[in-house]
C-alpha cells in the first residue's frame, strides 16, 4: 500500500494571521521609538531634580533610549530586542523595588526618591514596549520589513505619535510639579508677640 507523495507545510500562527491583525501589529511597532523617546524625556526631565547618583542613572538611560530610537528609524526594524526588552523591563523593575522598599521601611523619603505618577507613565511606554518586542521575538519573520509596510497606515502611525506625545507632555508636567511640591520650602507661620 503506497501513500500519496504529498508534502505539507507547517505554518506558524502568525504567519498565517489576517492582514488587518498583522498590520496592527506593525503600526504598534512604529510605535516603539516614540514610546522610547517619550520615556527618555521624562527620564531627564525626573533627572532635572533628583540626587546625584539617581541623576546620572536617568540621564545615560535616557541617553540610550534615545539612541535605541534612532537607531531603530534609521535600521527600519527593531534593533537588538532581547537587549531592548531587558532595558524595558528593568527600570520598571528596579522603580518597583524602591517603592516597595520605602513602603516596607515606612521611609517615605526612599519611597519618594523617583516621583510615582511620572513613572506610571514611563511604565506604560516600558511595559508597551516590552510586550510588542515580545511578539517581534515569538514571530522573528513578521518584524523584518514592518516599517515598509505600516506605511500604508499612517494614520495609525500619527494617531500613536499624538498619543504618546500627550502622555510625554503629562509626565513632564507631572514631573515638574512632582518637583516644585518636593522644592518649596515649609512656611512657618509667625507667631504675634503681644507687647
Same mark, same amino acid.
Given at each position: 500500500?503506497?501513500?500519496?507523495?504529498?508534502?505539507?507545510?507547517?505554518?506558524?500562527?502568525?504567519?498565517?494571521?489576517?492582514?488587518?491583525?498583522?498590520?496592527?501589529?506593525?503600526?504598534?511597532?512604529?510605535?516603539?521609538?516614540?514610546?522610547?523617546?517619550?520615556?527618555?524625556?521624562?527620564?531627564?526631565? *525626573?533627572?532635572?531634580?533628583?540626587?546625584?547618583?539617581?541623576?546620572?542613572?536617568?540621564?545615560?538611560?535616557?541617553?540610550?533610549?534615545?539612541?535605541?530610537?534612532?537607531?531603530?528609524?534609521?535600521?527600519?526594524?527593531?534593533?537588538?530586542?532581547?537587549?531592548?526588552?531587558?532595558?524595558?523591563?528593568?527600570?520598571?523593575?528596579?522603580?518597583?523595588?524602591?517603592?516597595?522598599?520605602?513602603?516596607?521601611?515606612?521611609?517615605?523619603?526612599?519611597?519618594?526618591?523617583?516621583?510615582?505618577?511620572?513613572?506610571?507613565?514611563?511604565?506604560?511606554?516600558?511595559?508597551?514596549?516590552?510586550?510588542?518586542?515580545?511578539?517581534?521575538?515569538?514571530?522573528?519573520?513578521?518584524?523584518?520589513?514592518?516599517?515598509?509596510?505600516?506605511?500604508?497606515?499612517?494614520?495609525?502611525?500619527?494617531?500613536?505619535?499624538?498619543? *504618546?506625545?500627550?502622555?510625554?507632555?503629562?509626565?513632564?508636567?507631572?514631573?515638574?510639579?512632582?518637583?516644585?511640591?518636593?522644592?518649596?520650602?515649609?512656611?512657618?507661620?509667625?507667631?504675634?508677640?503681644?507687647?
Amino acid at each position: 500500500m503506497t501513500r500519496s507523495n504529498h508534502s505539507y507545510t507547517t505554518v506558524r500562527p502568525s504567519a498565517n494571521s489576517s492582514p488587518s491583525s498583522r498590520g496592527a501589529v506593525q503600526v504598534m511597532r512604529s510605535w516603539l521609538p516614540f514610546a522610547a523617546v517619550g520615556a527618555a524625556v521624562i527620564h531627564l526631565a *525626573i533627572a532635572l531634580h533628583s540626587p546625584v547618583l539617581i541623576t546620572v542613572l536617568l540621564v545615560c538611560l535616557g541617553v540610550l533610549e534615545v539612541g535605541w530610537a534612532v537607531a531603530v528609524l534609521v535600521v527600519g526594524r527593531v534593533v537588538v530586542p532581547k537587549g531592548a526588552f531587558v532595558g524595558a523591563v528593568l527600570p520598571f523593575g528596579l522603580w518597583s523595588v524602591v517603592v516597595l522598599a520605602g513602603a516596607m521601611l515606612r521611609d517615605a523619603m526612599v519611597a519618594g526618591l523617583l516621583p510615582v505618577l511620572p513613572m506610571l507613565v514611563v511604565a506604560v511606554f516600558e511595559l508597551g514596549a516590552a510586550v510588542v518586542i515580545t511578539h517581534g521575538l515569538r514571530s522573528p519573520s513578521g518584524q523584518q520589513h514592518h516599517t515598509r509596510d505600516s506605511r500604508h497606515a499612517v494614520g495609525g502611525v500619527f494617531a500613536g505619535a499624538i498619543l *504618546i506625545a500627550v502622555f510625554t507632555t503629562s509626565g513632564v508636567g507631572l514631573a515638574q510639579a512632582a518637583a516644585g511640591v518636593a522644592d518649596r520650602p515649609v512656611l512657618i507661620p509667625a507667631q504675634n508677640h503681644l507687647h
